[in-house]
């Protein structure tokens, strides 16, 4: 069994952005800080996913926004940073959650838009087209669902990497 060998500022870097995570996963229609980031990739997403047509141009903010904290996670598990790697995860968490909560509101319309225009709705778009607008309860709520267990996937993680200093050069996943 791996010693206990605590590293109490990668703890507390680990705590302190779980404990903000959590938050906002508890709060998800209130503005947070990351939402900014979240929100700036999603419409970069747009903008570099237009030119492959209407549909996937919609469909690219949701992939940047949760494709960019992905590579993030990535780049920080190939270079053996696990704690970091976990982190990203908490982040991409806390961006499915971001994207439930829009997913969510494809049929009322309701959260207001950069363009103020709900006509530029992208859930309701992709949903309307893939015909499933009837089903945006179930599939927002299993995006949710998704977004928790990420979330708390990089949580647990983190501290659990923390706590038993797992980041040794040369190890992966040990």
Same mark, same amino acid.
């Given at each position: 069994?791996? +010693? !206990? %060998?605590?590293?109490?500022?990668?703890? @507390?870097?680990?705590? #302190?952005?779980? *404990?903000?995570?959590?938050? /906002?996963?508890?709060? +998800? !229609? %209130?503005?947070?800080?990351?939402?900014? @980031?979240?929100?700036? #990739?999603?419409? *970069?997403?747009?903008?570099? /996913?237009?030119?492959?047509?209407?549909?996937?141009?919609?469909?690219?903010?949701?992939?940047?926004?949760?494709?960019?904290?992905?590579?993030?996670?990535?780049?920080?598990?190939?270079?053996?940073?696990?704690?970091?790697?976990?982190?990203?995860?908490?982040?991409?968490?806390?961006?499915?959650?971001?994207?439930?909560?829009?997913?969510?509101?494809?049929?009322?319309?309701?959260?207001?838009?950069?363009?103020?225009?709900?006509?530029?709705?992208?859930?309701?778009?992709?949903?309307?087209?893939?015909?499933?607008?009837?089903?945006?309860?179930?599939?927002?709520?299993?995006?949710?669902?998704?977004?928790?267990?990420?979330?708390?996937?990089?949580?647990?993680?983190?501290?659990?990497?923390?706590?038993?200093?797992?980041?040794?050069?040369?190890?992966?996943?040990?």
């Amino acid at each position: 069994m791996q +010693p !206990l %060998t605590i590293r109490w500022g990668k703890l @507390a870097y680990a705590a #302190i952005l779980g *404990a903000y995570f959590i938050y /906002c996963a508890w709060t +998800p !229609l %209130t503005w947070h800080i990351i939402d900014g @980031a979240n929100l700036l #990739i999603h419409e *970069a997403g747009h903008v570099v /996913c237009s030119i492959f047509g209407d549909f996937i141009r919609v469909l690219g903010g949701t992939i940047f926004q949760l494709a960019v904290p992905t590579m993030f996670a990535l780049y920080f598990w190939w270079k053996l940073q696990l704690v970091d790697a976990c982190v990203m995860l908490m982040w991409l968490g806390e961006s499915t959650l971001n994207v439930s909560v829009y997913a969510a509101d494809a049929v009322k319309q309701q959260l207001p838009l950069l363009s103020g225009d709900t006509a530029n709705h992208d859930w309701a778009y992709l949903l309307s087209h893939l015909d499933l607008l009837d089903q945006t309860a179930k599939i927002s709520g299993a995006i949710r669902v998704l977004g928790i267990a990420i979330l708390i996937l990089g949580i647990a993680g983190a501290l659990y990497r923390s706590i038993f200093n797992r980041d040794a050069p040369g190890k992966l996943l040990t």
